[in-house]
């Protein structure tokens, strides 16, 4: 349903961000997106949503070549507190981009209170923006692009504000949602743990001018768990196998066919743990 093909992006002060990206993502993936700090990770996000148009290259949604803002696409930034309209309550913020849809009034307050409701926020509704922690006020993000129902939903570093409880709960929110909506999803994060509990594949990006690096499939059950999950052999050897890569280690040309992921022998160490409380 996206497929990118030699996407470059140059800057107007010769800056080069992205160079020659092969991408594919098939409908209904989640794929996370990582690489070293300021490698180009958002100008590729924005490339795709139609916020910038890239110097070479294309990107194609479902079919058609991307050339302004898509219509079926969604975007949840980081920065939660200058995303929301702070005069506008909860329920009017998420069901603002539904006007472009065409719906009437009645329609978008009920699609908005269903959002709500999906990232239980149902009773915040009539509050405003302002009156609610960060984590809520990223739930009410996310609410608002599943409101919308897009056919492709961007996640730009969407968890990097809040605190580290706030935003395993908001990881396991997302793997709720694409459970729940069988929606495609990319998410770029800079946290290598967050990009292999959440995604079914990670695409490791290079320093800048930044192309891919590797493709690496996440061998991990589709439900899962905090604990459970990031005790599991396959969960530490995938993640050490991205970390060298971003860090620019080898050992892994081949990760894009690569099989499970070798068992780390700190595993056994780290499941007795969990056992013991």
């Not at 107007?12 to 990582?34: F, K, N």
């Not at 269903?114 to 990223?138: C, F, I, N, T």
């Not at 892994?252 to 066919?257: C, F, L, Q, R």
């Amino acid at each position: 349903m996206l497929e990118i093909a030699a996407l470059s992006h140059t800057y107007p002060d010769g800056h080069v961000a992205i160079r020659g990206i092969d991408l594919t993502v098939p409908d209904g993936q989640l794929v996370s997106i990582v690489g070293p700090s300021g490698c180009g990770k958002s100008t590729l996000l924005r490339c795709i949503a139609g916020l910038i148009r890239p110097t070479g290259g294309k990107v194609v949604l479902n079919g058609q070549p991307v050339t302004g803002v898509p219509e079926g696409l969604a975007v949840v930034f980081q920065d939660y507190s200058r995303s929301l309209f702070p005069w506008l309550t909860v329920r009017d913020n998420v069901a603002l981009p539904l006007r472009r849809r065409g719906k009437s009034k009645a329609e978008r307050r009920e699609a908005a209170m269903a959002a709500l409701e999906s990232v239980g926020l149902a009773g915040a509704a009539r509050k405003y923006p302002w009156q609610l922690s960060g984590g809520m006020q990223q739930r009410v993000s996310i609410a608002r692009a599943l409101a919308y129902q897009p056919s492709l939903l961007l996640m730009d570093e969407p968890f990097g504000s809040v605190d580290a409880q706030t935003r395993e709960d908001l990881e396991d929110l997302v793997l709720q949602v694409h459970r729940a909506e069988k929606m495609t999803i990319l998410l770029v994060t800079h946290d290598i743990d967050e990009s292999v509990y959440v995604g079914d594949r990670v695409v490791v990006l290079g320093p800048s001018p930044t192309g891919v690096v590797a493709d690496v499939p996440v061998p991990l059950p589709s439900e899962r768990d905090q604990i459970e999950t990031r005790a599991l052999p396959e969960f530490i050897g995938t993640r050490a196998k991205v970390g060298r890569l971003v860090r620019g280690g080898h050992g892994g040309a081949d990760v894009t066919n690569a099989g499970p992921a070798t068992p780390d022998p700190r595993a056994a160490d780290v499941r007795a743990a969990c056992s013991d409380g």
